[in-house]
């Protein structure tokens, strides 16, 4: 199947952790993904890891990518007002590279 | 600044008419993507361009046109045969369509034109 998969909802307080996950479904992803796409904005690339790769850190990003369970995950450290926003994430694939799949987006909340 | 352009930022139509909406990139990519956002849902692919001359249906291309005249250009025209046009439209455009030798994928976008057809 085609589905890339992502909970709607996320709510945490300002300067805790935050954890957006995902799952996908083809086990030929090559990379994935995440982006960041503020109100009546584009999507901003945030990180991306390639398929045999099990994490990745980038200053405050950590993403994890279990490649058995087609689970990958986001990590902000130290979570700030600026970081609300929707969180969606992409995989590519061995047979399609053009075309990356999007997950309907996590909608990230931080609460002062 | 290097970057990718879509103009207008609203746009307002009414029902029946076609309209054409604007991307440029000066990044030098040589492919070019239109996706359509729709309200709580991710993004779906309408066409993409490899390379000049050159283009492909996506997902839900009915309705649609494009063209790929030049490289840094790649404009949708949304026609009368879209029956939901009303939707917020993003181009994005990645250094190869195929990744290119040990390359990635990723694709930048431009700011989104949000298109309401009444």
């Known amino acids: 199947g085609e589905d890339v998969e992502q909970s709607l909802f996320l709510s945490v307080r300002e300067g805790d952790s935050s954890v957006i996950n995902c799952t996908y479904t083809?086990?030929?992803?090559?990379?994935l993904y995440w982006y960041k796409q503020e109100p009546g904005a584009g999507l901003q690339l945030l990180t991306y890891i390639f398929s045999n790769m099990d994490m990745k850190q980038d200053q405050r990003l950590t993403v994890l990518l279990n490649k058995k369970d087609k689970h990958l995950s986001l990590r902000i450290a130290d979570t700030q007002t600026g970081d609300s926003a929707i969180y969606f994430c992409a995989e590519s694939r061995m047979d399609s590279s053009y075309k990356l799949i999007f997950g309907s987006g996590t909608r990230l909340l931080v609460r002062p | 600044d290097g970057g990718i352009t879509q103009s207008p930022k609203y746009l307002f139509r009414k029902e029946g008419q076609n309209v054409t909406l604007s991307c440029e990139q000066n990044?030098?990519?040589?492919?070019m993507y239109w996706y359509r956002q729709d309200p709580g849902q991710g993004l779906r692919l309408i066409y993409y361009s490899q390379i000049v001359n050159d283009f492909q249906k996506g997902d839900i291309a009915e309705g649609y046109s494009v063209s790929r005249e030049k490289k840094e250009s790649f404009p949708l025209t949304v026609t009368s045969a879209q029956k939901n046009p009303t939707a917020f439209y993003l181009c994005?455009?990645?250094?190869?369509?195929?990744?290119?030798?040990?390359?990635?994928?990723?694709?930048?976008f431009g700011p989104g034109t949000r298109l309401t057809v009444t």
């Open positions: 990044l030098n990519h040589d492919a």
């Open positions: 083809d086990s030929s992803s090559t990379y």
């Open positions: 994005a455009s990645s250094v190869s369509g195929t990744g290119g030798v040990g390359g990635t994928y990723e694709q930048y």
